[in-house]
């Protein structure tokens, strides 16, 4: 067939330079179709998994090598393997030929093997575990390693050198590694620290005081912890600083369905005053009917201690009343909501027993 093919070339354009380009664009217009018919045998392969495997698992791999474009960069992988396969046919231009498609191809197998990589990141977050065993992080690692494995072998073939020529000489550059992956090393050491002591899942409620931090944990990666704040603003808080840094963790509250509501309100001293039977006082009345209220709303949970106690007074801003008790209710906004429904009943329930609220003459407030 060849032979036919190079008598019909060699009839139109002759044996010189123009018959040469002639079959070079012959050439490569073969390698054309058939990869193109490739690349379609590969994607209705998985578009035929995709639909109708009685597999659950094996369909929604299928479905996230589709939504990755893996069947594209499998053409493209086939498209160079054909050029090497057919560079018999262009011996002028073989070496480079070969070169230039051995490159492609490393450069491609990294794309490949970092979709593989999603792929089986997409399928791990699809499941229950991720949420408190995230795999990211080290996955992350993983693509770092075949980078610079790959990297180093695309440098040896480009300069003519044997690969363990170069692997021998790295320890040179092992001080500069360091530096420029230094986050990442970091970020991997704090990320399995995280993962594997639990300290953090995808959805925990958690607030970092030293970085003015608060919302929930969106994304668990190598280097950083995405957290959702609840005006709906992104923080991409670096993975070791959870393990240098104090943070608040609100998991076991919203899963045991149970958080602390803490108040203080500021009552005038000048306001408290003895009862007529004189061994207690308004102030004390109105404690203890505080108490009452709250403990009879459906939101607290009378199985835990409630405290209704006044405080020694802050360089003299009133006597603080402070508010201690467990409510069921976790959510957010409606956390906030009751929360500060307790602190308004409080408020409001001084009036009843002729309590003032505190207020400072001066711009000054209490601490």
Request: glycine share 6%.
């Amino acid at each position: 067939m060849y032979d036919k093919l190079d008598s019909w070339i060699a009839d139109i354009a002759g044996t010189g330079v123009l018959g040469s380009l002639l079959t070079i664009l012959i050439n490569f217009a073969i390698i054309t179709v058939i990869t193109l018919i490739s690349y379609t045998v590969i994607l209705i392969i998985l578009s035929a998994i995709h639909k109708r495997s009685h597999i659950e698992a094996i369909r929604n791999i299928a479905g996230y090598a589709i939504t990755r474009k893996l069947a594209n960069k499998c053409g493209a992988m086939l498209f160079f393997f054909f050029v090497i396969a057919f560079t018999f046919r262009m011996p002028k231009i073989e070496l480079l030929l070969v070169k230039v498609s051995v490159l492609s191809m490393i450069l491609i197998l990294m794309s490949i093997i970092n979709t593989i990589v999603d792929i089986i990141i997409d399928f791990y977050s699809s499941k229950e575990i991720s949420k408190s065993r995230p795999i990211k992080g080290p996955l992350q690692v993983v693509k770092i390693i075949i980078f610079l494995v790959l990297s180093m072998i695309f440098i040896a073939v480009l300069i003519n050198q044997n690969p363990v020529v170069l692997v021998s000489g790295i320890g040179a550059f092992t001080a500069i590694l360091t530096i420029v992956f230094k986050d990442a090393l970091l970020g991997f050491v704090a990320g399995v620290q995280i993962t594997s002591e639990g300290l953090l899942q995808i959805g925990d409620w958690i607030k970092i005081p030293s970085m003015d931090v608060e919302g929930s944990v969106a994304d668990i990666s190598l280097i950083s912890v995405k957290v959702t704040a609840f005006n709906n603003t992104t923080y991409n808080v670096p993975a070791y600083a959870f393990v240098s840094n104090a943070f608040v963790n609100y998991h076991e509250t919203i899963d045991e369905g149970k958080r602390q509501i803490s108040r203080v309100i500021y009552v005038d001293g000048k306001s408290i005053k003895t009862e007529e039977d004189g061994t207690t006082t308004n102030l004390t009345l109105y404690r203890q009917a505080l108490a009452k209220k709250i403990m009879a709303s459906e939101h607290a949970k009378t199985e835990f201690p409630l405290q209704v106690r006044t405080a020694d007074s802050k360089n003299g801003f009133g006597i603080p009343v402070e508010i201690f008790f467990t409510t069921d209710v976790v959510d957010y906004d409606e956390y906030c909501a009751y929360s500060s429904y307790v602190g308004e009943l409080a408020y409001a329930a001084l009036r009843e027993f002729d309590l003032k609220p505190y207020q400072a003459a001066s711009s000054q407030e209490p601490s």
